[in-house]
């Protein structure tokens, strides 16, 4: 996420300049990588729709991410994005669509494509939104809250520390809750290959 000074938000680059991996994501997708997993992008980029961007400028950008991720010896397999935005000032992508998250088509669509097992799946994000897909998907969830502490309970992990309040209203009002909490992308990759392991070992279908 970038600081958009002109709207005085943060949001999503609009152009390969402003693009740039977070420090120790590519060694934690290297991790995944090396085990034989798919790693899947999915994501709303409704800067198209909204016209803050276009479509050849998020293929750049797209193309940075995978000459980054290789310069750490680490590879996306796909990337899915949906361009959609209901308020749209570009004729051609206002709708309300089925792949726009919280909305689960992408995951879908990404596990029809590539033949994935989305109940073998995980999907991790920083987003509500993120959470909301992948519960609706089948997934298991892991939600990255950075600074959070956690706890292991039966079957799950719980959150204590200053983000409680904010989860705590997302399972309220949608009634999910993350599967798990992890600090950072290194810990819920940790967190995957830990809790999969003894299943990979003796199953023949492809988690992600």
Known sequence: MVYHP??????????????????????????INAVGLLVVVVSNQPGVA????????????????HQELEACGATVDAVFYCLHHPEAVLDGYRMRCECRKPKPGLLLRAADELGIDVQRSYMVGD???DVQA?????????WLGPGQTHMRGPGQTRMRGPGQTRMRGLMDHEGIQPDHIAAGLHEAVDLILREER????????RPV
């Not at 992948?134 to 892991?142: E, Q």
Request: with cysteine; hydrophobic share 35%; charged share 25%.
């Open 127 to 129: 987003a509500p939104t």
């Open 198 to 205: 003894d299943a990979w070992r003796s199953s023949s279908t």
């Open 6 to 31: 002109d709207h005085s938000l943060v949001d999503s680059p609009a152009n390969p300049d402003e693009f740039q991996l977070l420090p120790g994501v590519g060694e934690a997708i290297g991790k």
């Open 50 to 65: 909204k016209g803050k961007f276009t479509v050849d400028l998020l293929d750049a950008i797209t193309q940075k991410m």
């Open 134 to 142: 992948g519960a609706m998907s089948g997934c298991r969830t892991v």
